[in-house]
Antibody
Framework: QVQLQESGPGLVKPSETLSLTCSVS????????WSWIRRPAGKGLEWIGR???????NYNPSLKSRVTMSVDMSKNQISLKLRSVTAADTAVYYC???????????WGQGTLVTVSS | EFVLTQSPGTLSLSPGERATLSCRAS???????LAWYQQKPGQAPRLLIY???SRATGIPDRFSGSGSGTDFTLTISRLEPEDFAVYFC??????????FGQGTKLEIK
């Protein structure tokens, strides 16, 4: 059974960089699309970006200038970096797998990141 | 701006009843690109339906999806206790490529 687990600091200071890792077990990161998605408190889900196992990326235009995603095949992990965070970036962050670009067939449970000084 | 609007916001039903959840798009959506998910508190979302009407692996046949264009429906034919959760729709399209509905909470009456 494929499982995704997000990890990283739960508290980040304004203007700093949010860094999260998604660890994949029960399957390989190879040949899949990997997305990061977030849900701010009281709001709907927002797609942040996508990386294919080859390293090709697509980012949400609203976040593109601040986002970097990468894949570590040796560790079976995907990472997210979001620079210059503000309180508006406080959210539950999810990683999700797509066997094709249309949908997400596996998700992590999510991790809450709070931006506060 | 592309928007997916789900209704109702909350649906109160009893086990054994039929649930009908709506997802309306502000612009036409290709059937191939509409999916439904279930999420329970503290759990990862689970893919239920993709391509508007295809059940994902392991999803019971009491879950069905239908619709086209701008109006899509998720139907649960006979509610089981474990079906009470939040359901949200998602479309794949232009930019940004993924848009989600705000969700419908299905609660026990």
């Amino acid at each position: 059974q494929v499982q995704l687990q997000e990890s990283g600091p739960g508290l980040v200071k304004p203007s700093e960089t949010l860094s999260l890792t998604c660890s994949v077990s029960g399957g390989s990161v190879s040949n899949y699309y990997w997305s990061w998605i977030r849900r701010p408190a009281g709001k709907g889900l927002e797609w942040i970006g996508r990386i294919y196992s080859s390293g090709n990326t697509n980012y949400n235009p609203s976040l593109k200038s601040r986002v970097t995603m990468s894949v570590d095949m040796s560790k079976n992990q995907i990472s997210l970096k979001l620079r210059s965070v503000t309180a508006a970036d406080t959210a539950v962050y999810y990683c999700a797998r797509g066997e094709d670009i249309r949908k997400f067939d596996y998700w992590g449970q999510g991790t809450l990141v709070t931006v506060s000084s | 701006e592309f928007v997916l609007t789900q209704s109702p916001g909350t649906l109160s039903l009893s086990p054994g009843e039929r649930a009908t959840l709506s997802c309306r798009a502000s612009q036409s959506v290709s059937n191939s690109y509409l999916a439904w998910y279930q999420q329970k508190p503290g759990q990862a979302p689970r893919l239920l339906i993709y391509g508007a009407s295809s059940r994902a692996t392991g999803i019971p046949d009491r879950f069905s999806g239908s619709g086209s264009g701008t109006d899509f429906t998720l139907t649960i034919s006979r509610l089981e206790p474990e079906d009470f959760a939040v359901y949200f729709c998602q479309q794949y399209g232009s930019s940004p490529p993924y848009i989600f509905g705000q969700g419908t909470k299905l609660e026990i009456k």
